[in-house]
């Protein structure tokens, strides 16, 4: 245990440099926050082709370069190009939150960090996408170690940063940071009625 009684982080290979594959802002502040707090300093790599339209992924980005900026973390920007995102996801367009569009989807962003890790030293690789409720567990694990197993060098820390308290944290940093809070996932696909009516205004 450290000194706040929550179980120390056993990050592989004891690193103290990890390539932090992050969604969004809400999801990464309370995750960031304990790796600085425990001496691991993560990379941030933005990679997140999937959301749509385009000015929603620059909103969440933006909100992710300016949280990253004030902890004086490097950010890297990965290409965003949605249209081979869309070839990548090509006949599970209809399939439910948490089936087999969400798995490739993983797969997909996971393996762009998987390949920057191996080509620029980062040992560990591990994502914010496993901070949300509203994600599979299973799904995220298994993406991400199909991701590392194709490059030389990387590990796939499947650490569950749902626990120890990182919950009720996230929730506390979003209004601290005044985060902008997205209401859908990020694909066309995922985007309820409601606020797909909102968007074609």
């Known amino acids: 245990m450290g000194k706040s009684g929550k179980e120390t982080l056993q990050v592989p290979f004891g690193e103290k440099e990890i ?4 969604c969004c802002a809400p999801c990464s502040g309370a995750i960031i926050e304990r790796l600085m707090k425990e001496g691991v300093r993560p990379v941030i790599y933005y990679c997140n082709p999937n959301i749509f339209p385009y000015q929603e992924y620059l ?6 370069t300016r949280y990253a900026s004030s902890l004086g973390l490097k950010i890297v ?3 965003y190009d949605h249209s081979l995102w869309l070839d990548s996801v090509k006949g599970l367009e209809a399939e439910p939150e948490r089936g087999g569009r969400c798995l490739k989807c993983f797969e997909y962003r996971l393996l762009k960090a998987a390949a920057y890790a191996a080509q620029n030293g980062y040992r560990v690789l591990t994502t914010t996408l496993a901070s949300s409720r509203w994600k599979s567990l299973e799904q995220i694990n298994l993406a991400g170690e199909w991701a590392c ?8 820390w499947g650490q569950n940063w749902r626990k120890g308290g ?9 209004k601290e940071q005044n985060f902008y809070n997205q209401l859908y996932c990020g694909c ?4 309820p009625e409601e606020i797909r009516c909102e968007l074609d205004k």
């Open 19 to 22: 390539l932090l594959h992050t």
């Open 59 to 64: 909103r969440r980005k933006d909100e992710c």
């Open 77 to 79: 920007d990965a290409d």
């Open 149 to 156: 197993s194709q490059v030389e060098g990387v590990i796939w």
């Open 166 to 174: 990182l919950q009720e944290r996230r929730s506390q940093i979003i």
């Open 188 to 191: 066309e696909f995922s985007i």
